[in-house]
């Protein structure tokens, strides 16, 4: 993403802040009915108006932190952090099947960390990111989070990562170098911002077809907000 464009994505962020922190809270109330209604009524009878958040969707080529094609129908934006249990077990659980979707091209998938959790957080996000730069983005995340689980911060060691890397067939010497090169430092923290100024108070939050998901939903929710949003879309 170019420095012009960076900056106006951020641009549009700050004022729809509340915006955005009022559909999170929406969403929750949604979720709460959804699971208390069992069959009574119809899910679209059920929700009020949601705030269209389609804009965190960056659509970029370049990204290395992605899944799906670029003009995929829906898209699913992840604020995550590798210090995060619940993330680690999202992941885990429902990721798979929405990259099943990505892989029939029917979702866009764009991961971006918060690191709420500090400095191990971080390194982690640089790790992941790094190790996209060689086109190995989802193997080294899935390494981060083995088995629905986060990484201790020994693990999350720069020496730590490198070694995880160089198991992964990464080229170790690259891989250090884009781990720790300013450019990826401000990639990252700028993702970081986005999530910040997003509203995002917490990990996991998602924005799927342009609808907040907050927490670690069962996978179910993602399911059905996914099939709605692809039946809009067509």
């Not at 699971?35 to 990204?63: I, K």
């Not at 799906?68 to 680690?88: M, N, R, T």
């Not at 996991?204 to 879309?233: D, K, W």
Request: proline share 6%.
């Amino acid at each position: 993403m170019s420095q012009t464009a960076a900056q106006r994505f951020r641009s549009w962020l700050v004022p729809i802040g509340i915006i955005v922190i009022a559909g999170l809270l929406i969403t929750i109330v949604v979720l709460q009915v959804r699971g208390g209604a069992g069959a009574q009524g119809s899910a679209a009878a059920q929700q009020p108006q949601q705030p269209d958040l389609t804009f965190v969707e960056t659509r970029d080529d370049a990204d290395v932190q992605t899944a799906g094609p670029v003009d995929a129908p829906v898209a699913l934006v992840i604020y995550s952090d590798y210090q995060c249990p619940f993330c680690a077990k999202w992941s885990n659980d429902t990721l798979p099947t929405m990259m099943e979707y990505a892989d029939r091209g029917d979702l866009r998938i764009e991961w971006r960390d918060v690191n709420q959790y500090g400095a191990d957080s971080e390194r982690g996000a640089l790790a992941a990111h790094a190790a996209g730069k060689q086109g190995k983005f989802w193997e080294f995340h899935n390494a981060l989070f083995p088995d629905g689980e986060h990484l201790t911060p020994e693990q999350l060691a720069e020496g730590s990562l490198i070694e995880l890397a160089a198991t992964l067939g990464l080229d170790a010497e690259q891989f250090a170098a884009d781990l720790t090169s300013p450019e990826t430092l401000e990639l990252v923290q700028q993702y970081a911002r986005g999530g910040q100024e997003l509203g995002v108070s917490g990990t996991p939050t998602f924005v799927l077809g342009g609808e907040p998901i907050v927490g670690a939903q069962p996978e179910s929710v993602f399911i059905e907000t996914f099939e709605r949003a692809l039946a809009e879309a067509r």
